[in-house]
């Protein structure tokens, strides 16, 4: 392999998240970089990286790692330390494996979460159902926190999501960072669509997530209707208890997200995410986000944008009265739009490069 100028890397490409979201704006930024990752399956991803020169890990050999990358988890260090990157400067954004890749140049880590399951594992793991063999690696819990101090010390630039990150990263690495918000993509030109529903919950169906309080929410608000976009391990069990005004849509591409933004009247969101891009994708269409006030939405939320339920008084009742007081005022939509243009691509990429130290290339 020719030694590089510049790499991008990413944990795995094998789902449709926020972090996948950010790699797509860079790939858009540096499309001749090539991108290196552990796992990657083209089906399962955005279409943005179907053009780009994806170098894989020898893991994604293995077909049912490449669908079930939890499953994945005791093996991710050692794939890691095989994804050799031979360049000048690598922007690895990573959950807790990118960070570990073998970059032999300067390394630029964009760090979404230290890895949930080594550092909020009460959070994680009890709720994310991971399948069995990630279930029996909890006695290699320790290993993998000394793999992962280790990886992330690596790094030459370490620069976070979120300030509720940075105080993360700081306690449970001893590193300070700099913040640099994720971008927010609206399209050009906004799908037209009619009312589809009052409240729209956008989430990956994972425990973690919530979406079970979302529809024990909408069982006591049987006169507002639910939609829930997005698919998972817990589709299935989430369908069978939906309430009769919930419409569970499933994965959809981006066009038709955005129309299920525009066709809402607000956007809910209930789990506790790191930065957490679904209030301010609302917010670009003119939507506010009622949320908890913890984590990442610190950041994206405010008193004109939406609505953050305290969490000391956190539960299914504080949730139903703020959705009500949202659906009830009138909110100024072109300062719900103007709020979200702050973290648009162009203003991420700049402060990208200002905090790698001007070491990231020109477009």
Not at 96 to 122: E, I, K, M, S
Request: glycine share 6%; charged share 20%.
């Amino acid at each position: 392999m020719a030694h590089l100028p510049f790499a991008l890397a990413h944990d795995y490409l094998t789902q449709r998240g926020g972090a996948e979201r950010v790699v797509a704006s860079w790939v858009e930024a540096w499309p001749r970089a090539p991108l290196f990752t552990t796992l990657y399956d083209q089906a399962s991803t955005f279409d943005d990286f179907a053009a780009v020169d994806v170098r894989v890990s020898p893991l994604n050999r293995l077909a049912y790692f490449r669908h079930h990358h939890r499953s994945a988890l005791p093996l991710l260090p050692v794939a890691s330390r095989l994804t050799t990157i031979d360049a000048e400067v690598t922007l690895a954004s990573s959950s807790g494996w990118a960070h570990g890749f073998n970059a032999t140049g300067h390394l630029v880590v964009y760090c979404h979460a230290p890895a949930r399951w080594l550092y909020q594992t009460d959070r994680y793991l009890s709720r994310d159902g991971l399948s069995p063999l990630a279930q029996l690696s909890r006695p290699l819990l320790s290993r993998l926190r000394e793999w992962d101090q280790r990886a992330a010390h690596r790094a030459d630039t370490y620069i976070v999501n979120s300030t509720a990150t940075q105080s993360l990263v700081h306690a449970v690495y001893g590193i300070e960072a700099s913040v640099v918000a994720p971008p927010v993509n609206p399209p050009h030109h906004l799908p037209e669509t009619e009312q589809l529903g009052d409240v729209l919950v956008v989430a990956r169906l994972l425990p973690y997530k919530n979406v079970d309080l979302a529809l024990e929410v909408a069982r006591l608000m049987p006169d507002v209707t639910f939609r829930v976009v997005g698919d998972g391990p817990l589709r299935d069990k989430l369908t069978a208890t939906a309430p009769t005004n919930v419409t569970m849509v499933g994965s959809l591409a981006d066009e038709e997200l955005w129309r299920e933004y525009v066709g809402t009247s607000v956007h809910l969101a209930l789990s506790h995410e790191d930065f957490g891009i679904t209030p301010l994708e609302a917010a670009a269409v003119g939507r506010p986000t009622v949320a908890r006030r913890s984590g990442g939405y610190l950041d994206t939320i405010t008193s004109t944008t939406g609505i953050l339920v305290e969490e000391q008084n956190f539960s299914t009742h504080s949730v139903v009265e703020s959705l009500r007081q949202a659906l009830t005022t009138t909110w100024d939509t072109q300062q719900l739009r103007d709020h979200a243009a702050t973290f648009s691509t162009d203003e991420h990429i700049r402060r990208l490069r200002d905090a790698a130290g001007g070491l990231l290339p020109q477009n």
